[in-house]
């Protein structure tokens, strides 16, 4: 019983461990208004680009934006409230 333990926690921790490094961190920029947006996902479709704001939880849509990937920690430091 024991080894199954041990066995199911290796698994569930190589999970855990194997999604935390696939996450992609970006700050999205309107250039028109200079707002900044920070999200984990991003769908372009054409010129425009789709994206869940972290900070605000809204939907957002922009036709022209500034994408750059940025680390978990800079993520997690302009999103914190």
Same mark, same amino acid.
């Given at each position: 019983?024991?080894? /199954?333990? /041990?066995?199911?926690?290796?698994? !569930? !921790?190589? +999970?855990? !461990?194997?999604?935390?490094?696939?996450?992609? @961190? @970006?700050? /999205?920029?309107?250039?028109?208004?200079?707002?900044?947006? @920070?999200? $984990? #996902? %991003? =769908?372009?479709?054409?010129?425009? /680009?789709?994206?869940? #704001?972290?900070?605000?939880?809204?939907?957002?849509? !922009? &036709?022209?934006? *500034? +994408? =750059? *990937? %940025?680390?978990?920690? #800079?993520? &997690?430091? $302009?999103?914190?409230?």
């Amino acid at each position: 019983m024991r080894a /199954v333990r /041990v066995t199911a926690s290796t698994a !569930l !921790l190589a +999970i855990v !461990l194997a999604t935390a490094g696939c996450t992609t @961190y @970006y700050r /999205v920029t309107d250039p028109s208004s200079g707002k900044m947006f @920070y999200t $984990n #996902d %991003i =769908k372009r479709s054409g010129s425009a /680009v789709m994206f869940k #704001d972290v900070k605000s939880g809204s939907e957002v849509t !922009l &036709q022209a934006s *500034e +994408i =750059k *990937e %940025i680390s978990s920690e #800079d993520f &997690q430091k $302009n999103t914190a409230k």
